[in-house]
């Protein structure tokens, strides 16, 4: 698990590198929501969704109402 978390961190390190630089304003919890479910999905499904380099809210959010309505499927 510290393997995991350790792995997604150093992702959103080199996300967040070029963005300092450049000086441009991010929605950090934005940032750290992504984290969160990347992590959480390496750990608990041993699959990484690519959340830490999404661009969009939009689409993590679809990705995690399509998780939700399976969940109530089942």
Do not use: Y
């Amino acid at each position: 698990m510290e393997k995991s978390f350790t792995h997604h961190g150093e992702l959103l390190v080199k996300l967040l590198e070029p963005i300092a630089q450049s000086g441009t304003t991010i929605d950090f919890q934005d940032a750290m929501q992504n984290l969160t479910f990347e992590t959480i999905c390496d750990i608990a499904f041993g699959v990484e969704p690519g959340a830490v380099s999404l661009r969009s809210c939009q689409i993590l959010c679809e990705v995690l109402m399509c998780i939700t309505a399976q969940v109530w499927i089942d």
